[in-house]
């Protein structure tokens, strides 16, 4: 399948990205994702061409504006369009407002003509934008927002314009309160855009960090070096570039030459620079803060680690938590229902007050002061911010969903190698027994060479050697160790105690060699502890979270390990598949997010509540987890943990809000309490209220 990715103008909240996700479903179009925060809009083409003109034009049916398809670059605009609005309709409302201030003695303005002509232009600017919008939303039978809007300012201008055509005198004019409505609502929209951008200014931060020269090495006709300045969008895997201090690693490359302190707070969230030499591998984003270096390119454009965060970012944004569905429920029948409210607002207000302008002006204080915007952008608001400085801080979320179901974790489950351990292991002890040590190395190099697994890597380190066996068979058994067969039939196992069958009961080593079901000797590993792992279990058992060590390393080292750390509770020996069962059980009991290696343990991973991969920042991690701590970042788990209650806490504050704000709202204005040129002011905003609380999120302490 092709993934399109469109830029949409217009989106106010979440009420309008659940109507072109709608439209798009119905068009066939698979897996849509769309943001109303940004305007982003992806879906998936299965197969057949895509018809862009015609779902182009079903977007801006809707009433909405498509910037930009696949293949185009969106126009910039030189100033937010809602504010542009503002700015040209004010003057006008200004003036037809001074005419409310008598002891002005401005007498021309008192004349029914001279306000309609002021009025006239804030009115059709309002209507080529409300308007528009209301009845094409109306058209395709999902009314929004902008219908409330057209519905109160037309009912006013109508209302003047009737009274002016038929010289019914001054108490018929109420041109200033349709300018009015019409110029807030703008100033309304405008804030609301600024307040929202800010949400996503993490996100840009990354974005912006991916354009940057780079120098690249080439070679002229003898053969000598010759350093281009080149954009790094033209860098191809192969290429060599020359970094220096105080530059900015322009994609992902290896190390060639050189040694340098290198930041990678951008995309780790760490300020402490970190020390990197040849064949180490730098992420683009970087930025050398000592040191010269020459490295190659080994990821350029959309294949880097920073593009993989961003459409990782982007995506977890454009998707909905189970919390928004409440919401989403709630908008898509709110603009019906506050019509109706307006509607009876002005029959029983008219039956009661015997008067046809107080009631018709209560019940377009109900049309605008309602706001199911603060509804939709409650929940998208706290997700956009959540997910930014998630990112910012190094902790990756595929998906929002993960970003609320921390919210309900009372158990963590941690493997052991290279998750509570640095997973650099190193030789502290071995036995040969009847064979020469050197032929013990020799076979064990020979087999170990042939496994991913951090042991298995330290011992071929270590024991590198030139006479290699030469297998006729061999297999890497999943939680038991390598097992092969030379030329002449003999069987041979490197593994954990499970590989010996006889001639040793206990497991006391770390791996153990045999040669047909004869001990060969044994090998014993030790594992640095995480510095960091002591305070984040602290943090947990202070939380009252529940912990848990669930390895596939013998019982003894785990138990040790445990105590040492404070763990509730060890589960050792364990093979993946068995790992994968008794994660079943635990989550089945109580949510549980599990921590490991994101590769070997991914089916566990999997199966918890939250799934955290504590890889490295590749492709591979970033999906077999619903959360990646990049770097190795144990010490990130109380930010991401204490980061999904906040951001949960935040939605429901801004739901709360939201609610609140319509349920107090609207019969205030039934009662005549409001009017509606204070109404639109206040629904502007009640929107602005919701970005700030969400902003929040940034500077809030949560871990």
Not at 253 to 278: D, N, Q, Y
Not at 333 to 344: D, E, G, M, T, W
Not at 515 to 520: E, F, H, K, M, P
């Given at each position: 399948?092709?993934?399109?990715?469109?830029?949409?103008?217009?989106?106010?909240?979440?009420?309008?990205a659940l109507t072109i996700s709608n439209f798009l479903q119905k068009e066939g179009l698979k897996n849509v994702r769309v943001n109303p925060l940004d305007g982003q809009v992806s879906f998936e083409v299965d197969g057949k061409p895509l018809q862009e003109k015609k779902i182009s034009n079903g977007i801006e049916a809707l009433g909405y504006k498509v910037l930009s398809t696949s293949g185009e670059s969106a126009e910039k605009m030189p100033i937010n369009p809602h504010l542009r609005r503002f700015l040209t309709c004010l003057p006008f409302t200004l003036v037809l407002m001074l005419h409310m201030f008598p002891a002005l003695e401005i007498h021309w303005l008192m004349n029914p003509w001279a306000q309609l002509i002021l009025c006239l232009p804030v009115y059709f600017i309002g209507m080529k934008y409300f308007g528009r919008s209301a009845i094409k939303s109306l058209r395709n039978g999902l009314p929004n927002m902008n219908v409330l809007i057209a519905l109160g300012a037309t009912a006013a201008f109508a209302y003047s314009l009737t009274g002016t055509l038929l010289k019914l005198g001054e108490n018929y004019l109420f041109y200033e309160t349709a300018a009015t409505i019409i110029t807030l609502v703008f100033l309304g929209n405008a804030m609301e855009d600024a307040s929202v951008s800010s949400t996503q200014r993490a996100l840009r931060s990354l974005a912006k960090s991916q354009r940057v020269m780079a120098n690249m090495i080439a070679f002229d006709e003898h053969h000598h070096e010759v350093i281009l300045p080149i954009d790094n969008a033209h860098l191809k895997v192969g290429d060599l570039v020359l970094v220096k201090t105080g530059e900015q690693v322009p994609t992902d490359?290896?190390?060639?030459?050189?040694?340098?302190?290198?930041?990678?707070?951008?995309?780790?969230?760490?300020?402490?620079?970190?020390?990197?030499?040849?064949k180490d591998k730098l992420i683009g984003g970087s930025l050398v803060i000592d040191g010269t270096l020459k490295a190659q390119v080994i990821a350029a454009g959309?294949?880097?680690?920073?593009?993989?965060?961003?459409?990782?970012?982007?995506?977890?944004?454009?998707?909905?938590?189970?919390?928004?569905?409440?919401?989403?429920?709630?908008?898509?029948?709110?603009?019906?229902?506050?019509?109706?409210?307006?509607?009876?607002?002005?029959?029983?207000?008219?039956?009661?007050?015997?008067?046809?302008?107080?009631?018709?002006?209560?019940?377009?204080?109900?049309?605008?002061?309602?706001?199911?915007?603060?509804?939709?952008l409650a929940t998208p608001a706290a997700i956009a911010v959540g997910l930014g400085r998630a990112a910012k801080n190094g902790i990756l979320f595929r998906n929002a969903t993960s970003l609320e179901n921390f919210k309900d974790i009372q158990q963590v489950v941690f493997d052991k190698t290279g998750t509570l351990t640095t997973g650099e292991f190193i030789i502290t002890h071995f036995y040969a027994a009847n064979i020469e040590e050197s032929e013990l190395k020799n076979i064990a190099y020979s087999l170990e060479k042939y496994s991913n697994h951090p042991i298995a890597k330290t011992i071929t380190i270590a024991w590198k050697g030139?006479?290699?066996?030469?297998?006729?068979?061999?297999?890497?058994?999943?939680?038991?160790?390598?097992?092969?067969?030379?030329k002449d039939g003999n069987e041979y196992w490197a593994g954990s105690h499970k590989s010996i069958?006889?001639?040793?009961?206990?497991?006391?080593?770390?791996?153990?060699?045999?040669?047909?079901?004869?001990?060969?000797?044994?090998?014993?590993?030790?594992?640095?502890v995480r510095p960091e792992a002591k305070a984040v279990v602290d943090f947990l058992r202070h939380k009252k979270i529940r912990t848990v060590l669930?390895?596939?390393?013998?019982?003894?080292?785990?138990?040790?390990?445990?105590?040492?750390?404070?763990?509730?509770?060890?589960?050792?020996?364990?093979?993946?598949?068995?790992?994968?069962?008794?994660?079943?059980?635990?989550?089945?009991?109580?949510?549980?997010?599990?921590?490991?290696?994101?590769?070997?343990?991914?089916?566990?991973?999997?199966?918890?509540?939250?799934?955290?991969?504590?890889?490295?920042?590749?492709?591979?991690?970033?999906q077999t987890a619903q959360v990646v701590l990049m770097n190795h970042g144990l010490g990130k788990l109380p930010t991401a943990l204490g980061l999904g209650k906040h951001t949960y806490r935040t939605i429901k504050q801004n739901l709360f809000w939201a609610f609140a704000y319509n349920i107090v709202a609207i019969p205030v204005a039934a009662f005549g309490f409001l009017t509606p040129t204070f109404g639109a002011l206040v629904m502007g905003l009640s929107d602005v209220v919701l970005g700030l609380n969400s902003v929040r999120l940034f500077v809030k302490r949560v871990a």
């Open positions: 399948m092709e993934t399109i990715k469109w830029k949409i103008e217009g989106m106010t909240c979440s009420h309008c490359v290896k190390i060639l030459w050189g040694e340098a302190s290198v930041s990678e707070a951008l995309i780790t969230g760490e300020s402490t620079p970190v020390h990197k030499k040849a959309d294949d880097t680690v920073l593009s993989g965060i961003l459409r990782l970012v982007e995506r977890a944004q454009g998707e909905k938590p189970p919390v928004q569905k409440m919401a989403d429920k709630i908008s898509a029948i709110f603009v019906p229902a506050v019509v109706s409210i307006a509607l009876v607002t002005f029959v029983v207000n008219y039956f009661i007050l015997d008067s046809f302008t107080p009631a018709l002006m209560r019940s377009i204080a109900v049309l605008v002061i309602a706001c199911p915007c603060a509804m939709g030139k006479n290699e066996i030469r297998w006729q068979k061999i297999e890497e058994v999943k939680g038991i160790g390598m097992h092969a067969w030379d069958r006889e001639g040793h009961t206990q497991d006391l080593h770390s791996v153990y060699i045999s040669r047909n079901n004869i001990l060969l000797g044994w090998i014993d590993v030790a594992d640095e669930l390895s596939g390393d013998r019982y003894a080292p785990c138990k040790k390990l445990a105590d040492e750390l404070g763990i509730d509770d060890v589960i050792a020996g364990q093979t993946p598949e068995e790992k994968l069962s008794k994660i079943t059980e635990l989550t089945s009991k109580t949510p549980t997010a599990m921590v490991g290696d994101g590769i070997n343990d991914a089916p566990a991973l999997a199966k918890a509540t939250i799934g955290i991969s504590m890889s490295d920042a590749t492709q591979l991690a970033m």
